[in-house]
T-cell receptor
Framework: GDSVTQMEGPVTLSEEAFLTINCTYT??????LFWYVQYPGEGLQLLLK?????DKGSNKGFEATYRKETTSFHLEKGSVQVSDSAVYFC???????????FGKGTRLSVIA | DAGITQSPRHKVTETGTPVTLRCHQT?????MYWYRQDPGHGLRLIHYSYGVKDTDKGEVSDGYSVSRSKTEDFLLTLESATSSQTSVYFCAISETANSPLHFGNGTRLTVT
């Protein structure tokens, strides 16, 4: 089946640092790709998505570009804040229309 | 926030006892899902439903059963709880198979 691999954490950054969280995928065809974020004590919430190759998803200063040539969907932010501390998950639908498959998550801690 | 309520939020139970977790939605979405979240494993799909009385297994369905007798409720039952089922359980909903998922805030289950 389809799968995603994302970089292991935890990642610790100082405020205003640049963030990259790598995500690569294995899929049949060109599925939509998603990044979800989980803040402490909460469920996951959609951060951004891209529905086709070369699309760029963006939200709250985060961006990710769907790159089919490298099968990647890396999450980036130019200047992180303490409030960005959370766990980030890359996801894609399994083959066909079956439910989302998630990466193992990357915990980000931002220190002031 | 999408109207998803999970109950209970926390539960401690003994090995061998039955446990039922409830997910209730007010969005009238067709699809509902149960995931479990464990350190080192990310989120793993247990079961999902694509309509009333229509359910299917996920990757970690052994030891779990589900029921969906009406659109708004999706129940997850552990027939005989084991310590390996200690986890945080998340319910999610989506409008279509390819729509983003909306998550509840989770149920923390401890099996002693």
């Amino acid at each position: 089946g389809d799968s995603v691999t994302q970089m292991e954490g935890p990642v610790t950054l100082s405020e205003e640092a640049f963030l990259t969280i790598n995500c690569t995928y294995t899929a049949t065809g060109y599925p939509s790709l998603f990044w979800y974020v989980q803040y402490p004590g909460e469920g996951l919430q959609l951060l951004l998505k891209a529905t086709k190759a070369d699309d760029k998803g963006s939200n709250k200063g985060f961006e990710a570009t769907y790159r089919k040539e490298t099968t990647s969907f890396h999450l980036e932010k130019g200047s992180v804040q303490v409030s960005d501390s959370a766990v980030y998950f890359c996801a894609l639908p399994n083959s066909g229309n079956t439910p989302l498959v998630f990466g193992k998550g990357t915990r980000l801690s931002v220190i002031a | 926030d999408a109207g998803i309520t999970q109950s209970p939020r926390h539960k401690v139970t003994e090995t061998g006892t039955p446990v039922t977790l409830r997910c209730h939605q007010t969005e009238n979405h067709r699809y509902m899902y149960w995931y479990r979240q464990d350190p080192g494993h990310g989120l793993r799909l247990i079961h999902y439903s694509y309509g009333v009385k229509d359910t299917d297994k996920g990757e970690v369905s052994d030891g779990y059963s589900v029921s969906r007798s009406k659109t708004e409720d999706f129940l997850l039952t552990l027939e005989s709880a084991t310590s390996s089922q200690t986890s945080v359980y998340f319910c999610a909903i989506s409008e279509t198979a390819n729509s983003p998922l909306h998550f509840g805030n989770g149920t923390r289950l401890t099996v002693t």
